[in-house]
């Protein structure tokens, strides 16, 4: 049960704003939302994660609905760099990751 | 701050061999995690440990699959015998604890059965 669903492709221009969507339906009240990436051939690298407020980072800016059934990570400038596959996880009791089949982002120069 | 490492990066193997892979996590790591990864998927808890200990094996294939913590540091999986729906990149990670805390991952084993 990936407990996340994220449309499977995504294309954005080199300079703009990438918004990637997520749903989480059934995510509890304390569990948290991860988002990592994964660049080909490497392992999957940390960007942001919130459990029910708006965060922001140096990388990222995490949208949170208020009913917390849904996310959108923002990748404000995308850079050429930014193509990877994008995961939205729940994080569950543990510290335990539930991975869905992520987004693949491309980056159209 | 050195990453957690993981040997070998590649490995080829027949069906019914055995095969073994390591993990070495972030240095002060108590949580350490194994995953496997199908083409085209997204990863997949097989194994969670706390320093020595497993809390959660539920996802593990324990009639081929074994995994070891020893000392509470480095971490072998094993595969023996293997099939060929095997084949996956197999990633290790660490975190602090099992709190609210960021995994960090491995670059992966990625294995194949033929």
């Known amino acids: 049960d990936a407990k996340t669903t994220q449309p499977p492709s995504m294309d954005c221009a080199e300079g703009r704003a990438a918004n990637l969507p997520c749903n989480h339906s059934t995510i509890s009240g304390n569990e948290y939302v991860y988002w990592y990436r994964q660049i080909h051939s490497q392992g999957p690298q940390y960007i942001i994660h919130?459990?029910?407020n708006n965060e922001t980072n140096e990388m990222a800016s995490l949208i949170i609905t208020e009913d917390r059934k849904s996310s959108t990570l923002i990748l404000p400038h995308a850079t050429l760099r930014d193509t990877a596959v994008y995961y939205c996880?729940?994080?569950?009791?543990?510290?335990?990751?539930?991975f869905g089949t992520g987004t693949s982002l491309t980056v159209i120069p | 701050e050195a990453g957690v490492a993981q040997s070998p990066r590649y490995k080829i193997i027949e069906k019914r061999q055995s095969v073994a892979f390591w993990c070495n996590p972030i240095?002060?790591?108590?949580?350490l995690y194994w995953y496997q990864q199908i083409l085209g998927q997204g990863p997949k808890l097989l194994i969670q440990?706390?320093?020595?200990?497993?809390?959660?094996d539920s996802q593990l294939p324990k009639d081929r699959f074994s995994a070891e913590r020893l000392k509470g540091v480095d971490s072998t999986l094993k595969i023996q015998p293997a099939k060929l729906e095997d084949s996956a990149v197999y990633l290790c990670?660490?975190?602090?604890?099992?709190?609210?805390?960021?995994?960090?991952f491995g670059p992966g084993t990625r294995l194949t059965v033929t």
């Open positions: 919130g459990l029910k």
């Open positions: 440990f706390q320093n020595n200990g497993v809390v959660d």
């Open positions: 240095s002060g790591h108590a949580t």
């Open positions: 996880i729940v994080r569950v009791t543990g510290n335990q990751f539930y």
């Open positions: 990670a660490s975190s602090l604890d099992t709190g609210t805390s960021k995994q960090y």
